[in-house]
């Protein structure tokens, strides 16, 4: 039943990963207005959020170990609030359509709350059955004739 918890919150965050993804592609013009130097900081808050989400997949099928990557947690956590403040000051700033990016925002906090809580039931799971891997196989293509 553990696994099967742990399956179905994969599946969750993969989708609010694509939807994250979907928003950030129907907002692609509206960023191009904001500011060069926010745009870094939303690629960059977006490239980490999405390279935790990759580093619990690889930890939960067994190939990179927990407290192997703890350096790595330290430098690629991602800092959502942090992100939403600036967009907020920049709504400030915004008078023609101060309200704009608020569905970025909120695929943002949406994306990073699920990711916490596949964390929280890889772990838990981890930490209950130590030594067990989720093993995840490829499917095999079918070539037609």
Do not use: C, W
């Amino acid at each position: 039943m553990r696994r099967l918890a742990v399956f179905k919150q994969m599946i969750i965050t993969s989708k609010k990963s694509l939807e994250t993804l979907e928003t950030f592609h129907q907002y692609d013009n509206k960023i191009e207005t904001i500011p060069k130097e926010f745009q870094g900081v939303l690629v960059k808050e977006l490239d980490k959020i999405i390279y935790s989400h990759e580093r619990l997949l690889l930890s939960a099928m067994g190939r990179i170990r927990r407290n192997q990557t703890k350096l790595v947690e330290e430098i690629t956590t991602p800092n959502i609030p942090h992100v939403v403040d600036q967009l907020f000051q920049l709504y400030e700033k915004d008078e023609e359509d101060p309200l704009s990016l608020l569905p970025l925002a909120a695929r943002l906090m949406e994306y990073h709350k699920e990711i916490l809580h596949l964390q929280t039931l890889l772990y838990s799971y981890q930490k209950f059955h130590q030594g067990m891997v989720i093993e995840i196989e490829e499917k095999k293509k079918r070539i037609l004739p």
